[in-house]
């Protein structure tokens, strides 16, 4: 019964490679996103999609692709990985009202990169 | 651009020993202000939502308030369990729907 899950919980890689990360919601929600958190534990957005519809796109590097084939699936594909690029990627997902629309996230995935 | 600033960044306190987390915040018309709970290497885990200056939640040992510059998590008799990271984050009324997180505290409640 879970709510927002990711695989794979952790990603070992070297730098070049492009690896993906999947995210998958059971609650309904119709927005999904990824945020990256860094060693100092500070979250930040990174995209956001609505009914398949990309909604934000923060400033991050193009090597970096979200896909959302559906409602509740949000992937991260990342090109050409770089050492920065280490990091915890956690997915959250909501309902789009005029609410305050509360996010709840995965579980995160730990993307080391050698 | 919305900021969040918590303090203190960690905290220790004795079991059953009372106190208060601080977040600050400055946004462009508040949307919500969200507490959420981390535990070490699990995800954000949803506590709050308050919407306006006034407003009060409680859950178990803990209550949120928010004024028009300032949320407090109030812990009540904090036990170990309540030992996590408790992060605070806003969101605007102008713009899109990202949450701007502050770097959270990290709260360990010793037996």
């Known amino acids: 019964d879970t709510a927002v899950s990711q695989t794979p919980k952790y990603l070992v890689t070297q730098m070049g490679n492009d690896k993906s990360i999947k995210c998958e919601q059971n609650?309904?929600?119709?927005?999904m996103y990824w945020y990256k958190q860094d060693s100092k534990k500070f979250l930040k957005i990174m995209f956001s999609?609505?009914?398949?519809?990309?909604?934000i796109n923060e400033t991050v590097p193009n090597r970096f692709s979200p896909k959302s084939p559906d409602k509740a699936h949000l992937n991260l594909h990342i090109n050409s990985l770089e050492l920065g690029d280490s990091a915890v990627y956690f997915c959250?997902?909501?309902?789009?009202?005029?609410?305050?629309?509360?996010?709840?996230f995965g579980p995160g995935t730990r993307l080391t990169v050698l | 651009e919305d900021q969040v600033t918590q303090s203190p960044e960690a905290l220790r306190l004795q079991e059953g020993e009372s106190s208060s987390l601080n977040c600050s915040y400055t946004?462009?018309?508040?949307?919500?202000l969200f507490w959420y709970r981390q535990d070490p290497g699990k995800g954000p885990e949803f506590l709050f939502t308050?919407?306006?200056a006034g407003e009060e939640k409680e859950k178990e040992r803990l209550k949120a308030t928010l004024t028009k510059k300032e949320s407090f998590l109030h812990i009540t008799a904090p036990k170990p369990e309540d030992s996590a990271t408790y992060l605070c984050?806003?969101?605007?009324?102008?713009?899109?729907?990202?949450?701007?997180f502050g770097t959270g505290t990290r709260l360990t409640i010793i037996p």
């Open positions: 959250a997902s909501s309902h789009l009202s005029g609410g305050a629309n509360t996010q709840y």
């Open positions: 946004v462009s018309g508040l949307r919500g």
């Open positions: 999609y609505n009914n398949k519809e990309l909604i």
């Open positions: 308050l919407y306006s």
């Open positions: 609650l309904g929600h119709d927005t």
């Open positions: 984050a806003v969101r605007s009324n102008f713009g899109n729907e990202k949450l701007t």
